[in-house]
């Protein structure tokens, strides 16, 4: 009887931590956002731009992951956005493009910026010179 009840005392143990440990954030040293590492920018005439962005996220797990970035001005207007639909986990860092983003003239530079499934936009950003301008 004593070994059975130490038995079922180490399964409820088990059981608690494996519950435990996946309720808690995933971090990697603190970090709470991915950073965006670089950037290529290509035009496309008439104001159109692809943009090639290269993104940090070692957390990256299906519980929690960098879910989009972003092209913008520093004062935060967005010309585009990509979604990413699930985590890189197995590919880090990874690099997703952006086609077809409309930037009106007369802007020279944008940022990039990274956002995490929890905790949103933020992590380093890259600035970037648009091409012919």
Same mark, same amino acid.
């Given at each position: 009887?004593r070994?059975?009840?130490?038995?079922?005392?180490?399964?409820?143990?088990?059981?608690?931590?494996?519950?435990?440990?996946?309720a808690?954030?995933?971090?990697?040293?603190?970090q709470k956002?991915?950073?965006?590492?670089?950037?290529?920018?290509?035009?496309?005439?008439?104001?159109?731009?692809?943009?090639?962005?290269?993104?940090?996220?070692?957390?990256?797990?299906?519980?929690?992951?960098?879910?989009a970035? %972003?092209?913008?001005?520093?004062?935060?207007?967005?010309?585009?956005? %990509?979604?990413?639909?699930?985590?890189?986990?197995?590919?880090?860092?990874?690099? %997703?493009?952006?086609?077809?983003?409309?930037?009106?003239?007369?802007?020279?530079?944008?940022?990039?910026?990274?956002?995490?499934?929890?905790?949103?936009?933020?992590?380093?950003?890259?600035?970037?010179?648009?091409?012919?301008?």
């Amino acid at each position: 009887m004593r070994k059975f009840v130490t038995l079922v005392c180490v399964i409820i143990g088990i059981f608690y931590w494996a519950n435990y440990s996946m309720a808690q954030p995933v971090k990697i040293d603190g970090q709470k956002y991915p950073d965006i590492l670089s950037a290529k920018v290509q035009s496309r005439g008439d104001d159109h731009f692809d943009f090639d962005v290269t993104v940090s996220s070692p957390y990256d797990t299906p519980r929690r992951y960098a879910d989009a970035f %972003r092209v913008m001005r520093a004062e935060s207007v967005v010309f585009g956005e %990509r979604k990413l639909w699930h985590d890189h986990g197995d590919e880090q860092p990874f690099t %997703r493009e952006l086609y077809g983003v409309s930037i009106k003239a007369g802007i020279k530079n944008v940022v990039i910026q990274g956002r995490d499934q929890k905790y949103g936009y933020g992590g380093k950003t890259v600035t970037v010179a648009l091409p012919g301008r």
